[in-house]
């Protein structure tokens, strides 16, 4: 019975899951509890030794008590000089320090300004533990001391929102306005562009980037060029409600900008809607829709040149309206428009066409036929300038119908379909005589014949690009600069135009594209009047012929942009030689020209690749 009574007097009741677990891993709260008091104490005896021997008297003045020995008063000053030393380096004395400094006179001893302040810091109350509970030193609210419980102005600690409110004014103060400042991805895309900038920006261009948003009330002044910032405005477009009255130049380079940036949306694209303007330039139209397309021509009926590159949303419906309502267009420049098909060309031509004075189409693979160019050359009896490139489906039958047409001047064509030689010859032989600007891309089979022609029958040419073919030799090139007949050409791309067999790396005996002898006779033929020379990937070109072309004996005035890309042998010596015959040189391209160390750049000068392109490569002064 006893043992009974016992054994009952042991009933405690249920036990929840976090008792069991804790008895089952040997876990005591009363454990836990002793740990935290016994840390608790050893924090006051450590704060304790750190301020030995000092007590505070009414509230603020600090006593050293009498009864310590020598011995012990030298002790307590060392440590206490050790304490002050620690102080000293912390973040908070630093901070503290910097608000003082407004307070304190010209004529204090800095020294002793920061003992004092160390001294102030390392007496105020101590620090409570995690866990306890403290008032706030701004509100006095009542809170849980944490770790990352922030210290206020006089040393105490400060509840959540008043630490909130500190680190904000602390944000606030600590932001310092900088100056206009252009990083490395814009410097490289202005030097790709040919642009070098050196020195400070002119008081206009300061007064212009000061202007943070575009309003109503400065459109007056937008209207003079050298009050303008399209850079500005494009960095606020969404701010901007309208461009007034601005002159069609700035409008143009509004364009370019916006469109590199890639933010030519439907409510950009109002800002140049104007019906009092001919000409509309949108250089990026991949963000507009269909709609967009023909609200461009029902608000601007008076529009005669048309430039729309990346129309990817324009529709049959988009030019039936131009048709519809006989737009007086002399000038159409359209890109990427494959949604219109080969009737809806057929027809525009057909109505439209003998107004058509210009004429460029690109980068169309879904239509675009060759009975579409018929159609094209058979009503536009007064085009002056064709452009057809990247065209998928024109071939041998385009380049005949092309050859028909009376007026023109300015010819640019690259098909992606094989043509035959004899048909270029033709064009060339039909269209000679009138032309003065030619540019073949991408005739593989065209072959020195070709070149014998432009010799025979161009007589005005001021711009020749033959480029991407391994069938024209060197020789070829030579007799076609060799006694020509035409003007001095102002611009040459014969880029690419080299041998393409990897197993020959210096090329077969005979040297095929533009080679030494070529390169000479170029030079000797339009050197004087050259302009831009592009020679890239011509590999074939030799060192001797690059010394003898720029020798100290030669210049070039003209000359601003050269590519001499690809071209391995080119070496910081050349490059001298270079910048020496070319005093009016802007952009230099050399990409891969892996011997183009150290050469120095003269002042103005932008010069893209070779191995250091991406330093400061603009010096001051002016080349020796």
Same mark, same amino acid.
């Given at each position: ?381 007064? /085009? %002056?300038? !064709?452009? =057809? ?6 071939? #041998? &039958?385009? $380049?005949?119908? @092309? ?31 009138? /032309? %003065?600007? !030619?540019? =073949? ?6 072959? #020195? &014949?070709? $070149?014998?022609? @432009? ?32 003007? %001095? ?136």
């Amino acid at each position: 019975m006893a043992f009974r009574r016992q054994a009952g007097n042991q009933i405690r009741g249920p036990h929840s899951a976090l008792t069991d677990f804790l008895a089952s891993n040997n876990i005591s709260a009363a454990q836990i509890n002793e740990d935290y008091q016994q840390r608790l104490r050893e924090a006051e005896e450590q704060q304790e030794q750190d301020t030995p021997g000092v007590e505070e008297n009414n509230g603020n003045e600090r006593t050293e008590t009498t009864s310590e020995t020598p011995e012990q008063r030298k002790k307590r000053k060392r440590k206490e000089a050790v304490a002050l030393a620690k102080i000293k380096q912390s973040k908070e004395f630093a901070r503290r320090k910097a608000r003082r400094i407004g307070d304190l006179d010209d004529d204090d001893d800095d020294d002793d300004d920061d003992d004092e302040l160390a001294r102030d810091m390392m007496y105020e109350k101590s620090r409570p533990m995690p866990g306890q509970l403290e008032n706030c030193e701004i509100c006095s609210k009542r809170f849980t001391v944490t770790a990352y419980s922030k210290t206020g102005p006089n040393g105490g600690l400060l509840c959540g929102k008043c630490s909130k409110e500190i680190n904000d004014e602390e944000k606030k103060s600590k932001q310092k306005k900088r100056g206009p400042k252009i990083g490395r991805r814009q410097n490289q895309s202005n030097l790709l562009d040919g642009l070098v900038t050196q020195g400070a920006l002119s008081l206009v261009e300061m007064c212009t980037k000061v202007r943070s948003k575009m309003n109503r009330a400065m459109l007056p002044w937008l209207k003079h060029a050298d009050f303008f910032s399209p850079q500005k405005v494009a960095d606020n477009i969404n701010d901007v409600e309208e461009f007034g009255d601005l002159p069609p130049l700035l409008l143009h380079r509004l364009s370019q900008i916006l469109s590199k940036r890639r933010v030519i949306t439907p409510r950009t694209l109002n800002l140049f809607l104007r019906p009092e303007l001919d000409s509309i330039d949108i250089y990026d139209c991949a963000k507009l829709e269909t709609d967009d397309f023909g609200k461009i021509f029902s608000f601007m009926p008076s529009v005669t040149n048309v430039n729309l590159r990346f129309a990817g949303q324009m529709k049959d419906a988009v030019v039936d309206y131009m048709v519809d309502h006989n737009l007086k267009i002399k000038k159409l420049y359209l890109d990427a428009a494959n949604l219109v098909s080969d009737d809806c060309w057929r027809r525009l031509f057909n109505k439209l066409g003998p107004q058509f004075e210009s004429l460029k189409l690109s980068n169309l693979d879904a239509s675009f036929d060759d009975e579409t160019v018929k159609e094209l050359c058979k009503s536009c009896t007064s /085009l %002056r300038r !064709l452009k =057809l490139k990247h065209c998928w489906k024109t071939s #041998d &039958e385009s $380049l005949i119908a @092309i050859s028909k047409l009376p007026m023109l001047e300015h010819l640019s064509l690259n098909f992606i379909q094989k043509t035959h030689a004899e048909d270029i010859v033709g064009l060339v032989q039909s269209l000679g005589p009138g /032309l %003065r600007t !030619l540019s =073949l891309e991408g005739f593989d089979d065209a072959d #020195d &014949e070709v $070149l014998e022609k @432009i010799h025979d029958n161009c007589s005005m040419l001021t711009k020749l690009r033959i480029i991407d073919n391994s069938l024209l030799t060197d020789a070829g090139f030579a007799g076609l600069f060799t006694n020509w007949s035409n003007c %001095r050409l102002e611009y040459v791309d014969l880029s690419s135009t080299r041998d393409v067999d990897k197993t020959l790396p210096d090329g077969p005996e005979e040297a095929m594209g533009l080679a030494s002898k070529g390169f000479v006779s170029l030079m000797q033929h339009s050197g004087s009047a050259i302009r831009t020379l592009k020679i890239a990937s011509c590999r074939h070109i030799s060192y001797a012929a690059f010394e003898q072309v720029f020798s100290p004996d030669k210049q070039y005035p003209h000359l601003k942009e050269l590519d001499i890309s690809f071209l391995t042998f080119v070496d910081d010596h050349l490059v001298h030689c270079i910048f020496h015959s070319c005093p009016a040189l802007k952009k230099l391209i050399a990409f891969a020209c892996f011997s183009v160390h150290d050469v120095r750049v003269p002042k103005g000068v932008a010069l893209i690749g070779g191995l250091k392109a991406q330093g400061p490569i603009v010096l001051e002064g002016v080349h020796d």
